[in-house]
């Protein structure tokens, strides 16, 4: 085991928890932002609470216990009370950051609830606009120190961690369909397939599959299947004789009139015109 006995532990003299925040079990020690600092660097140390930040802008060199990650903007950290962590920037990179210092018996129940947090929770790029809008509400409300906006900020807490948790879990799960999704495509790209055949594979509906399928690839999913089509169609044309009509059924294009005018489309030149400017250019290269 390190030998943990150099490294820096913070010592800061403990905030008094109010009543509601013990009863609610959430405390939030301290929050705030970094903006746009060169050679930052929060060297070894071990923190009593949990500290959590979304890298907003560079990159970030981040390390707890033996784990170290590089993490970018759109990344989120969590470093757990009692092991050693630092961070820093990376060279060239200006960093800022939003962060939250916060304990309690909630916290640490929803961490043992969600095992996220023990695999996944050291620079983890995270899509969620709802997540970075609820962490800049709490730092926003810090200065109200009413009671009213202490309930609020660790009402805030409790959602912002939930949708850590799920926002990952769903993204995941979308990696995942979009991946199957694709390799459908990829397998048959050959038959008249349709959007609805293709969404049944990753078992969510046409909208949401549709939706996410553009986000994730830059396009929705019948117009992908085409380029996937078209790259078919000029692999043929450049390194076969086969004719048109042929490579038009060979590619999934039922239609050889079609095939014709989608790949000038696309393209720029006739399928025809295209196999004999590439095959002129291969002959030089070859030459």
Same mark, same amino acid.
């Given at each position: 085991?390190?030998?943990?006995?150099? !490294?820096?532990? /913070?010592?800061? &003299?403990? /905030?008094?928890?109010? /009543?509601?925040?013990?009863?609610?079990?959430?405390?939030?020690?301290?929050?705030?932002?970094?903006?746009?600092?060169?050679? !930052?660097?929060?060297?070894?140390?071990?923190?009593? @609470?949990?500290?959590?930040?979304?890298?907003?802008?560079?990159?970030?060199?981040?390390?707890?216990?033996?784990?170290?990650?590089?993490?970018?903007?759109?990344?989120?950290?969590? !470093?757990?009370?009692?092991?050693?962590?630092?961070?820093?920037?990376?060279?060239?990179?200006?960093?800022?950051?939003?962060?939250?210092?916060?304990?309690?018996?909630?916290?640490?129940?929803?961490?043992?609830?969600?095992?996220?947090?023990?695999?996944?929770?050291?620079?983890?790029?995270?899509?969620?606009?709802?997540a970075q809008s609820i962490l800049g509400k709490i730092i926003a409300l810090q200065k109200n120190q009413s009671l009213a906006g202490e309930i609020t900020r660790n009402c805030l807490l409790a959602?912002?961690?939930? #949708?850590?948790?799920?926002?990952?879990?769903?993204?995941?799960?979308?990696?995942?369909?979009?991946? =199957?999704?694709?390799?459908?495509?990829?397998?048959?790209?050959?038959?008249?397939?349709?959007?609805?055949?293709?969404? /049944?594979?990753?078992?969510v509906s046409k909208f949401h599959f549709t939706r996410v399928f553009r986000y994730a690839t830059g396009y929705p999913p019948m117009i992908f299947l085409n380029r996937v089509r078209l790259q078919?169609? =000029? #692999?043929?044309? #450049?390194?076969? @004789?086969?004719?048109?009509?042929?490579?038009?059924?060979?590619?999934?294009?039922? @239609?050889?009139? !079609?095939? &014709?005018?989608?790949?000038?489309?696309? &393209?720029?030149?006739?399928?025809?015109?295209?196999?004999?400017?590439?095959?002129?250019?291969?002959?030089?290269?070859?030459?």
């Amino acid at each position: 085991m390190e030998n943990i006995a150099h !490294y820096q532990k /913070e010592q800061k &003299t403990p /905030e008094p928890v109010s /009543e509601i925040s013990a009863s609610m079990g959430i405390i939030i020690n301290r929050t705030g932002i970094i903006s746009e600092k060169h050679d !930052y660097f929060c060297k070894n140390r071990i923190r009593d @609470d949990y500290l959590l930040f979304r890298i907003n802008q560079g990159k970030c060199w981040c390390r707890e216990g033996k784990q170290t990650q590089i993490a970018a903007e759109g990344s989120w950290c969590l !470093y757990r009370p009692g092991i050693i962590h630092a961070y820093r920037n990376l060279p060239c990179t200006g960093l800022s950051i939003a962060w939250i210092h916060f304990s309690g018996k909630t916290a640490d129940n929803i961490f043992n609830k969600f095992d996220f947090f023990s695999r996944a929770h050291l620079g983890f790029f995270l899509n969620s606009q709802t997540a970075q809008s609820i962490l800049g509400k709490i730092i926003a409300l810090q200065k109200n120190q009413s009671l009213a906006g202490e309930i609020t900020r660790n009402c805030l807490l409790a959602e912002l961690l939930a #949708e850590i948790c799920t926002a990952y879990c769903d993204q995941k799960t979308n990696i995942d369909f979009i991946t =199957r999704s694709v390799d459908f495509i990829h397998e048959n790209y050959k038959n008249k397939i349709s959007l609805a055949e293709i969404a /049944e594979t990753t078992g969510v509906s046409k909208f949401h599959f549709t939706r996410v399928f553009r986000y994730a690839t830059g396009y929705p999913p019948m117009i992908f299947l085409n380029r996937v089509r078209l790259q078919k169609a =000029r #692999e043929l044309l #450049e390194q076969s @004789d086969i004719k048109i009509k042929e490579i038009a059924n060979l590619s999934g294009f039922q @239609d050889e009139l !079609y095939f &014709t005018r989608f790949f000038k489309k696309h &393209t720029g030149k006739s399928p025809t015109a295209w196999r004999k400017k590439n095959r002129d250019f291969f002959s030089l290269v070859r030459a």
